[in-house]
């Protein structure tokens, strides 16, 4: 089974607008990373989060990592259609340096 | 800029035909990654690779074999291609670091087809 779920599967939402995407995970982990990926192309970096670390900021984004839960949210702030992508989560599983393990994805819509 | 190239955008194969993927990064890493992605399974590991001639299992390495002979190349190889391999496959290369505290960069993917 997956390492990581994120939650929701899909999103639509209108430009302006917050969009939130969660993450769940088995394990421990060293870090977690959220990347994006346009219809059809290779995944691009967004954020990592280190273990011991609560909430980080970058621009538009915020990640927050609940250990105790084993949870991830990723909140996208004043949304544009540019967004409207695939957002993933990956996990670096304590103990296995560099590997990471992907979830299923969140399919975000961003309308006008 | 850093960069991830894969061989082939789109190709299409036949079964049992012997196909060969090829990655290159400029960026001097290390690590270097094969995936699948498929809808509903997210992206799969295949094999890593963290050093010339080194090469690790992933989580689906059945029906794949892999060759790392220069630091810049990362080659996926399908011995026999069949149907059920058909695909989009993502190569990925990362640095080596303390803590291991970093990203992957991605090529842009190759939708692989077999017939």
């Known amino acids: 089974s997956q390492q990581g779920e994120e939650d929701p599967q899909a999103l639509s939402i209108q430009e302006g607008e917050n969009a939130t995407m969660n993450c769940s995970y088995k394990?421990?982990?060293?870090?977690l990373q959220w990347y994006r990926q346009n219809s059809g192309r290779g995944l691009v970096h967004l954020i990592l989060i280190r273990s011991n670390e609560r909430e980080k900021h970058s621009g538009r984004l915020r990640v927050t990592l609940d250990t105790s839960k084993k949870s991830s949210s990723l909140l996208i702030t004043a949304s544009r259609a540019a967004d409207t992508a695939s957002y993933f989560c990956?996990?670096?599983?304590?103990?296995?340096?560099?590997?990471?393990?992907f979830g299923t994805g969140t399919r975000l819509q961003v309308t006008l | 800029d850093v960069k991830v190239t894969q061989s082939s955008r789109y190709l299409v194969k036949r079964t049992g035909e012997k196909v060969f993927l090829e990655c290159v990064q400029d960026?001097?890493?290390?690590?270097m990654f094969w995936y699948r992605q498929d809808p509903g399974l997210g992206l799969r590991l295949i094999y890593f690779s963290y050093d010339v001639k080194m090469k690790e299992k992933g989580d689906i390495p059945e029906g794949y074999s892999v060759s790392r002979e220069k630091k810049e190349r990362f080659s996926l190889i399908l011995e026999s291609a069949s149907t059920n391999q058909t695909s989009m496959y993502l190569c990925?290369?990362?640095?080596?670091?303390?803590?291991?505290?970093?990203?992957?960069?991605f090529g842009p993917g190759t939708r692989l087809t077999v017939t």
């Open positions: 394990t421990s982990i060293n870090n």
């Open positions: 990925a290369s990362s640095p080596i670091g303390s803590g291991s505290f970093y990203e992957q960069y």
């Open positions: 990956a996990t670096e599983i304590t103990g296995t340096a560099s590997k990471l393990t």
């Open positions: 960026m001097d890493h290390e690590n």
